[in-house]
T-cell receptor, first 110, second 116 residues
């Protein structure tokens, strides 16, 4: 079974803090993605990576950056957290036939 | 550009009655289409996918979907709802042929409620 794990299920941070969300996959996939999920908006793509050290902006990259130093790990960084970044964050890894999602991190910024 | 529209934000059915969740898509080429399900406090699970083979696609838990190119639709159905089907359902289209196309484009979701 493909496993996509995320470092935290729940996270509470203060406005202005730097936040790291980690994602690890164990299937040697090249493509990895970060989405955020908000009620009534579905999932929206923040960033994706198709190889180590390669990254591309998605639909809503503002306020976020990413890092992919190793193939299995894809990190999402909130440089200075704001309350409008309170959301559910989902990491995904793409295999030949489908995307596999992690369990999500529910981030609250106060 | 690819997009997907889920026509109902909320659908309510009684247990044992049919389920219909509607989805229309827009794509400039032959798309790959998916339905995902998300149960409360659980991760996303792939229900079924269409990738230009048979137009009627069977998925897990008795769900199926029919790809209709003339109507640009990919509606999800189940003959008889079960209480455990209560969840949020997402219709999804593959993003395209370039690097960005490896991402998925999600609809806004349909919440399915099942009453006894």
């Amino acid at each position: 079974d493909v496993k996509v794990t995320q470092s935290s299920r729940y996270l509470v941070k203060r406005t202005g803090e730097k936040v790291f969300l980690e994602c690890v996959q164990d299937m040697d996939h090249e493509n990895m993605f970060w989405y955020r999920q908000d009620p009534g908006l579905g999932l929206r793509l923040i960033y994706f990576s198709y190889d180590v050290k390669m990254k591309e902006k998605g639909d809503i990259p503002e306020g976020y950056s990413v890092s992919r130093e190793k193939k299995e790990r894809f990190s999402l960084i909130l440089e200075s957290a704001s309350t409008n970044q309170t959301s559910m964050y989902l990491c995904a890894s793409r295999g030949p036939y489908e995307q596999y999602f992690g369990p999500g991190t529910r981030l609250t910024v106060t | 550009a690819q997009s997907v529209t889920q026509l109902d934000s909320h659908v309510s059915v009684s247990e044992g009655t049919p389920v219909l969740l509607r989805c229309n898509y827009s794509s400039s080429y032959s798309p790959s289409l998916f339905w995902y399900v998300q149960h409360p406090n659980k991760g996303l699970q792939l229900l079924l996918k269409y990738t230009s083979a048979a137009t009627l696609v069977k998925g897990i838990n008795g769900f199926e979907a029919e790809f209709k190119k003339s109507e640009t639709s990919f509606h999800l159905t189940k003959p008889s709802a079960h209480m455990s089907d209560a969840a949020e359902y997402f219709c999804v289209v593959s993003g395209g042929l370039n690097q960005a196309g490896t991402a998925l484009i999600f609809g806004k979701g349909t919440t399915l409620s099942v009453s006894s």
